[in-house]
Nanobody, 121 residues
Framework: QVQLVESGGGLVQAGGSLRLSCAVS????????MGWYRQAPGKQRELVAQ???????NYADSVKGRFTGSRDNAKNTVYLQMNSLKPEDTAVYYC???????????????WGQGTQVTVSS
C-alpha cells in the first residue's frame, strides 16, 4: 500500500499565505517527481508545481513568483508554500508522487485525497 497524506489547506483572505504538506508512506522503492495539482469547480485538474528528485522545479505560469515547492527526500515529503493568494487560487489541491513500489515496477502516479484551499476576496 502507498499513502499520500496531505495537510495545511483552509480558508484565507486574499493576500494571505498557506503551506501545504504531503507525506508519502508505504511500500516504496523509489520516488521520482513529487508535486501539486489543483482542480477548481468546473475546471480540469492542472499542474501547480512539480519537483524532480534532482531538484528541478516546474510551475504553472499563474503561480510563478508566488508559490514555492520544496521536498524533503529523507522524509518522502513535499511542501507547497503559497503566498500572495488570490481568489482564483481557490481549488482542491492534490499531492502527486511518481514512484516505483519495487525495483522491477514501472513508474506510476499516486495521488493524495485532496485538501481544500479557499481564498476570500
Amino acid at each position: 500500500q502507498v499513502q499520500l497524506v496531505e495537510s495545511g489547506g483552509g480558508l484565507v483572505q486574499a493576500g494571505g499565505s498557506l503551506r501545504l504538506s504531503c507525506a508519502v508512506s508505504g511500500n516504496i522503492f523509489s520516488i521520482n517527481a513529487m508535486g501539486w495539482y489543483r482542480q477548481a469547480p468546473g475546471k480540469q485538474r492542472e499542474l501547480v508545481a512539480q519537483i524532480t528528485t534532482g531538484g528541478r522545479e516546474n510551475y504553472a505560469d499563474s503561480v510563478k513568483g508566488r508559490f514555492t515547492g520544496s521536498r524533503d527526500n529523507a522524509k518522502n515529503t513535499v511542501y507547497l508554500q503559497m503566498n500572495s493568494l488570490k481568489p482564483e487560487d481557490t481549488a482542491v489541491y492534490y499531492c502527486n508522487a511518481r514512484l516505483r513500489r519495487y525495483s522491477y515496477s514501472s513508474w506510476s502516479d499516486y495521488w493524495g485525497q485532496g485538501t481544500q484551499v479557499t481564498v476570500s476576496s
